[in-house]
Protein backbone atom coordinates (compact mmCIF):
# COMPACT_ATOMS: atom_id res chain seq x y z
CA UNK A 1 0.00 0.00 0.00
CA UNK A 2 1.50 3.22 -0.93
CA UNK A 3 1.75 5.94 1.82
CA UNK A 4 -1.25 8.16 2.04
CA UNK A 5 -1.03 11.89 2.63
CA UNK A 6 -3.29 14.16 3.93
CA UNK A 7 -6.18 14.95 1.76
CA UNK A 8 -5.64 12.54 -0.27
CA UNK A 9 -7.81 10.83 -2.09
CA UNK A 10 -6.95 7.65 -1.13
CA UNK A 11 -7.15 8.52 2.87
CA UNK A 12 -10.47 9.62 2.16
CA UNK A 13 -11.32 6.49 1.24
CA UNK A 14 -10.13 4.50 3.78
CA UNK A 15 -11.34 6.98 5.91
CA UNK A 16 -14.65 5.89 4.97
CA UNK A 17 -14.34 2.52 4.38
CA UNK A 18 -13.18 2.40 8.59
CA UNK A 19 -16.01 4.63 9.58
CA UNK A 20 -18.35 1.85 8.16
CA UNK A 21 -17.43 -0.97 10.02
CA UNK A 22 -19.22 0.15 12.96
CA UNK A 23 -22.84 0.09 11.15
CA UNK A 24 -21.96 -2.95 9.76
CA UNK A 25 -21.36 -5.08 12.89
CA UNK A 26 -24.20 -3.42 14.17
CA UNK A 27 -26.65 -4.38 11.37
CA UNK A 28 -24.94 -7.79 11.76
CA UNK A 29 -25.88 -7.44 15.58
CA UNK A 30 -29.78 -6.90 14.75
CA UNK A 31 -29.97 -9.75 12.43
CA UNK A 32 -28.64 -12.20 15.67
CA UNK A 33 -25.54 -13.15 13.49
CA UNK A 34 -22.41 -13.21 15.58
CA UNK A 35 -20.26 -14.38 13.10
CA UNK A 36 -21.40 -11.33 10.68
CA UNK A 37 -20.51 -8.87 13.76
CA UNK A 38 -16.72 -10.18 14.24
CA UNK A 39 -16.27 -10.88 10.20
CA UNK A 40 -14.38 -7.88 10.00
CA UNK A 41 -12.22 -9.19 12.69
CA UNK A 42 -8.67 -10.43 12.60
CA UNK A 43 -8.13 -13.91 13.72
CA UNK A 44 -6.47 -12.27 16.12
CA UNK A 45 -7.87 -9.34 17.32
CA UNK A 46 -8.20 -8.23 20.96
CA UNK A 47 -11.66 -7.10 22.41
CA UNK A 48 -12.17 -6.09 26.04
CA UNK A 49 -15.87 -6.22 26.20
CA UNK A 50 -18.18 -3.89 28.99
CA UNK A 51 -17.62 -6.47 31.64
CA UNK A 52 -13.64 -5.72 31.28
CA UNK A 53 -13.57 -9.82 29.59
CA UNK A 54 -10.62 -9.91 27.06
CA UNK A 55 -11.30 -11.74 24.30
CA UNK A 56 -8.05 -12.37 22.23
CA UNK A 57 -9.40 -14.48 19.28
CA UNK A 58 -12.01 -13.49 16.97
CA UNK A 59 -13.21 -17.17 17.58
CA UNK A 60 -13.24 -16.41 21.22
CA UNK A 61 -15.45 -13.59 20.56
CA UNK A 62 -17.99 -15.78 18.69
CA UNK A 63 -18.36 -18.33 21.34
CA UNK A 64 -18.73 -15.99 24.09
CA UNK A 65 -21.27 -13.93 21.89
CA UNK A 66 -23.11 -16.97 20.47
CA UNK A 67 -24.16 -17.90 24.05
CA UNK A 68 -24.83 -14.16 24.72
CA UNK A 69 -27.10 -13.27 21.87
CA UNK A 70 -28.81 -16.48 22.49
CA UNK A 71 -29.78 -15.71 26.13
CA UNK A 72 -28.88 -12.47 27.83
CA UNK A 73 -28.75 -10.44 24.52
CA UNK A 74 -31.32 -12.67 22.66
CA UNK A 75 -33.56 -9.81 20.58
CA UNK A 76 -31.69 -7.06 21.73
CA UNK A 77 -31.26 -4.02 19.22
CA UNK A 78 -28.03 -1.69 18.34
CA UNK A 79 -29.82 1.86 17.27
CA UNK A 80 -28.66 5.15 16.71
CA UNK A 81 -24.81 4.48 15.80
CA UNK A 82 -22.58 7.31 14.59
CA UNK A 83 -18.82 7.83 14.19
CA UNK A 84 -17.66 11.09 15.48
CA UNK A 85 -14.21 10.30 14.13
CA UNK A 86 -12.00 8.35 11.98
CA UNK A 87 -8.37 8.42 11.26
CA UNK A 88 -5.54 6.99 9.71
CA UNK A 89 -3.31 7.88 11.95
CA UNK A 90 -0.16 5.98 10.15
CA UNK A 91 -0.05 4.33 6.85
CA UNK A 92 -1.87 1.38 7.00
CA UNK A 93 -3.09 1.66 10.26
CA UNK A 94 -6.70 3.68 11.51
CA UNK A 95 -8.77 4.50 14.81
CA UNK A 96 -12.53 4.47 14.74
CA UNK A 97 -14.84 5.85 17.50
CA UNK A 98 -18.32 5.15 17.53
CA UNK A 99 -21.63 5.44 19.62
CA UNK A 100 -24.53 3.16 20.06
CA UNK A 101 -27.56 2.81 21.63
CA UNK A 102 -28.60 -0.45 23.22
CA UNK A 103 -32.44 -1.89 23.11
CA UNK A 104 -33.48 -4.76 24.63
CA UNK A 105 -37.02 -6.47 23.79
CA UNK A 106 -39.61 -4.20 24.40
CA UNK A 107 -37.74 -0.94 25.09
CA UNK A 108 -38.08 1.84 23.02
CA UNK A 109 -35.97 4.58 21.51
CA UNK A 110 -34.57 6.76 22.62
CA UNK A 111 -32.30 4.18 24.45
CA UNK A 112 -31.10 4.41 28.11
CA UNK A 113 -28.09 2.53 27.38
CA UNK A 114 -25.10 3.89 25.14
CA UNK A 115 -21.90 2.69 24.89
CA UNK A 116 -18.83 3.98 23.16
CA UNK A 117 -16.42 2.48 20.92
CA UNK A 118 -12.90 2.50 20.36
CA UNK A 119 -11.38 0.80 16.92
CA UNK A 120 -7.88 -0.22 16.29
CA UNK A 121 -7.73 -0.71 12.43
CA UNK A 122 -4.89 -2.32 10.33
CA UNK A 123 -4.94 -2.52 6.35
CA UNK A 124 -4.30 -6.50 5.98
CA UNK A 125 -4.38 -8.68 2.60
CA UNK A 126 -6.58 -6.07 0.76
CA UNK A 127 -8.90 -4.63 3.48
CA UNK A 128 -9.16 -2.97 6.48
CA UNK A 129 -9.04 -5.20 9.65
CA UNK A 130 -10.37 -5.11 12.98
CA UNK A 131 -7.35 -6.05 16.02
CA UNK A 132 -8.32 -4.10 18.70
CA UNK A 133 -11.84 -3.04 20.23
CA UNK A 134 -12.70 -1.47 23.55
CA UNK A 135 -15.98 -1.19 24.28
CA UNK A 136 -17.21 0.52 27.31
CA UNK A 137 -20.76 2.20 29.01
CA UNK A 138 -21.43 6.27 28.51
CA UNK A 139 -22.16 7.51 31.91
CA UNK A 140 -22.96 10.82 33.07
CA UNK A 141 -21.02 11.92 36.08
CA UNK A 142 -24.12 11.95 38.25
CA UNK A 143 -24.69 8.13 37.53
CA UNK A 144 -21.02 7.40 38.11
CA UNK A 145 -21.40 9.28 41.67
CA UNK A 146 -24.30 7.25 42.60
CA UNK A 147 -22.85 4.07 41.47
CA UNK A 148 -19.94 4.57 43.81
CA UNK A 149 -22.54 5.51 46.45
CA UNK A 150 -23.67 2.46 46.02
CA UNK A 151 -20.49 0.44 46.14
CA UNK A 152 -19.36 2.28 49.23
CA UNK A 153 -22.27 0.96 51.10
Known sequence: MRKLQKGDRMEEESIEAISAIPSQMYAA???GDVAGFFAGFAEDAVF???EGTIYL???DMIAAHEVLLGTVMKGSQLVGGDVPFARIVSPGVGVVHSR???LMPGEEEPPTR???QLFVVVWRTDRWVV???ENARMLSLESMAALESLAAR
Open 29 to 31: WNR
Open 48 to 50: ADL
Open 100 to 102: VGI
Open 57 to 59: SRA
Open 114 to 116: ISM
Open 131 to 133: VAL
